[in-house]
């Protein structure tokens, strides 16, 4: 019987999976770093959720980025945050930022362009003083309408002018692509691509993906990885109902290939589990949700991990 085509990609993927780890061992030694992005444990003390992650597993953690001024957000819990990640051996890979209405970068006005400019100098800081490595963002507002023809050069405009905040905190400016339903402005890694080489800034060169996203926008979830090439700084993993990996569809097995193929298993790059929160961000979620999320994500991709890789 023919294989369908996205069979003789899965294929095509594994066949070179093997050839790399038969010829070059070595480089398959290293597991891939795998965090947790803790705004899907909803509304609880960051601390809490260091301790959490660590009962797990877990050596990483994806902090919020919802800067609201001097006392409001999750950088007024610094010492607290500090104080957890010492004491429970977690650190934090970076920070993911939900981008709102009157902050974005393609805005039309002036003043809440340069409000979304001042937004994300604060997250970079709030990234540098964690230990973060990157800032994850949307060019345009989650679930926004286009305002007018200009959208994409004025973001692209705004970051090309200002993306030094994230080199001059020693951070990595990552864009990442949404799905139409999530953010218009940047809805695939094509589009991502073409948007960080407009914007010619050495803050902003990499893309931040998500599973969730991919499927809606690629044609095929692990080629689509592979493609995105040495860009590709992270990957949000959820399955295809937005439940943690194992609890749908989603072929980990070929993510996971796809991953190595790619180098993921570096210092520097990390798998992030983000199970959906479907609006349910800043409301208190019963304890059993938050530890199934995050237990049943990491015990299935370290399960499929040491699959493929001692096949």
Known sequence: MKLQKYEEINLKIREAFEKAKSEHPEKFERRIDVSYCCQTFGWEPIPKSIERLAKYGYKYIELPGQYGGPEIGPHTQLPEILEAMDKFDVKCSGVCVLVQEGFALNDKNYYNRQRAVDFLRNVAKFAKACGGQYVLFTPAAVQSRPQDGGDWIRAVSTLHDCGHIFTDEGVKGAVEPCQPGGAFLVTNFAEAKRFIKEVDNPG?????????????????????????????????????????????????????????????????????????????????????????????TIECFREREEAVLSA
């Open 204 to 296: 902003v060169q990499y893309i931040y993906g998500d599973i969730d996203h991919i499927i809606h926008t690629e044609e095929h979830l692990a080629q689509a990885i592979l493609d995105c090439g040495d860009q590709l700084l992270n990957l949000h993993l959820r399955d295809i109902n937005g439940m943690p990996l194992g609890h749908g569809m989603i072929d980990v097995d070929t993510v996971i290939r796809a991953l190595y193929l790619l180098g993921f298993n570096q210092p520097g790059h990390f798998a992030t589990a983000e199970p959906a929160t479907r609006g349910r961000m800043f409301e208190e979620l019963p304890e059993e949700l938050k530890v199934m999320r995050c237990r049943d």
